[in-house]
């Protein structure tokens, strides 16, 4: 054997060491949960052979509680560049099997690179997440990696797309970066988050309560909006994620890529989708459906405050994001939950180039005690926010019921609407003809000889007044009274006409949403 070869079988051997993690019994312990090892997951997400792996020998150096002897393959975590459809990424898996994938310095300082790197050659950032939090023998050092990793995440938020996946028991400041990204995927059984984990709340508290009820993956997607996906194994998930990065740019420089333009699928009559009766439901996700290419939507934050639909179709070929109010669920009113899905959606699609389609039928923001103390103030005024900030190209359709801050909300000429759109059944007021008459007409009501009748006549002539599109057309509000079938044509038409859409904003720091 010659030295080269020599040199070459040693670096072969070291790899091989390297990447058998925390060895074969905790790979067996990871498969036996359904979960894939780090490079696994790596590897079924990315394009095949497109893996280069970064920062292999890098080692750990904690010193106390008896780190000296310890060799962290990898210090616990696997970086690197793939591509997912050709195109460059960076990304970065945990290994649970070394150290429970516990954060150090070295361990952090290698996913911190991979950002940088992410951040100068301008492509999304995936972490798969799998982490006991921070590495516990390396004290201030694991909580200083963290720090750095927060910071990261935030000078790339809005630059280049940040995509998380919870594959494992995140804890403490291992759940703090996710929160930071812009996606969250959680799988059923595998994904779990917490900030406290449930010994540290038996001690303190001396509450039992499960891992899984704790912080599992339903729990993250429909209860506290963390999780944005939610997939039945990790290959669901990866095929989420592929999905997902088909509609959205590498970066805030780009567009989106466009793909062939489809019509809708035939069977879907967006004539008959929304009932007259203002007070039936229906899903809006069937008019999505109707006026998207090839009828495909996909769904953000599919499980959580469903009164809000949020999520990405394509419209001659282009990504738009869609915003629509969902009368079967609530009316589809806007609460503290919705308003918050909506606003970090809108504010996603503005920092990415995507144009913004809104579908309005909703009574308005939901009225009582439990949301006016949850602060639905300001999580309303989020939506308000959002939506006026936005400059991408920004289009709303009323569909029927558009009434009170749920008319002003739901991008309105007044927060800057490009195309204001209404179906000929749009019901347009400051809020519904029965309340707004038995405020009005109150006196008249109660003296009258047949209150009923002198109420339903009033509802009545309120309704004629003011339950339709056209005093808002007559003001200008509302650019085009459109019958159903015209709306993906009159959509078509507002995004070709917006394509170079130009607004500026005047010269800040930056603004201060109400968070
Ligand atoms: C060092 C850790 C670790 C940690 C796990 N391990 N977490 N080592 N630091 N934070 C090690 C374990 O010692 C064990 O090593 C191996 O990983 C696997 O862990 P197990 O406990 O055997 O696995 P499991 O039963 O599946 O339980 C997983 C777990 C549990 C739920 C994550 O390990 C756990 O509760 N860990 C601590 C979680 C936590 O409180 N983290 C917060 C840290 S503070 P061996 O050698 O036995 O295989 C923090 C603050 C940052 O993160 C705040 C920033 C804002």
Sequence with gaps: MTELNKDIQALREKKAVVEMGGGEAAIEKQAAMGKLTARERILSLVDANSF???????????RDFGMDKKDF???????????????????YAQDFTVAGGSLGLQHARKITKIMDHAL????????????????????????????EIFYRNTIASG????????LGPCAGGAVYSPALTDFVFVVENISKMFITGPNVIKTVLGEDISMEDLGGARVHAEVTGNAHFWARSEQECFEQIKRLVSFIPWNNAERARSIAPAEPLAGLNIETIVPADPRQPYDVRDVIRATVDSSDFLEVHELWAANIVT????????????????????????????S????????????????????????????????????????????????????????????????????IA????????????????????????????????????????????????????????????????????IDSVIEPRETRSMLLHALRLSAGKEEFRPAKK?????F
């Design 52 to 62: 280069h792996e970064y920062d292999m020998f890098v080692k750990h150096d904690g």
């Design 73 to 91: 393959p990898g210090d616990g975590v696997v970086t690197g560049t793939g591509a997912i459809f050709g195109a460059p990424v960076c990304i």
């Design 120 to 147: 100068k050659m301008k492509c999304p950032i995936i972490g798969i997440n799998d982490s006991g939090g921070a590495r516990i023998q390396e004290g201030v050092q694991a909580l200083a990696g963290y720090g």
């Design 159 to 166: 630059v280049v797309p940040q995509i998380s996946l919870i």
């Design 311 to 338: 999520g990405f179709g394509r419209m001659h070929g282009e990504t738009v994001g869609f915003v629509a109010n969902q009368p079967m669920v609530l009316a589809g009113v806007l609460d503290c939950d919705s």
């Design 340 to 407: 918050d899905k909506a606003a970090r959606f809108i504010r996603f699609c503005d920092s990415f180039n995507i144009p913004i389609i809104t579908l309005e039928d909703m009574p308005g923001y939901l009225p009582g005690v439990d949301q006016e103390h949850a602060g639905v103030i300001r999580h309303g005024a989020k939506v308000l926010y959002a939506y006026s900030e936005a400059t991408v190209p920004k289009i709303t359709v009323i569909l029927r019921k558009a009434y009170g801050g749920g008319y």
């Design 410 to 477: 739901m991008n309105s000429r007044h927060l800057g609407a490009d195309f204001m759109f209404a179906w000929p059944g749009a019901e347009i007021a400051v809020m519904g003809p029965e309340g707004a008459a038995g405020i009005i007409f109150r006196k008249e009501i109660m003296e009258a000889a047949d209150p009923d009748a002198m109420r339903q006549e009033k509802v009545k002539e309120y309704i004629e007044k003011f339950a339709n599109p056209f005093v808002a057309a007559s003001k200008g509000f």
């Design 510 to 514: 930056h603004g201060l949403p109400p």
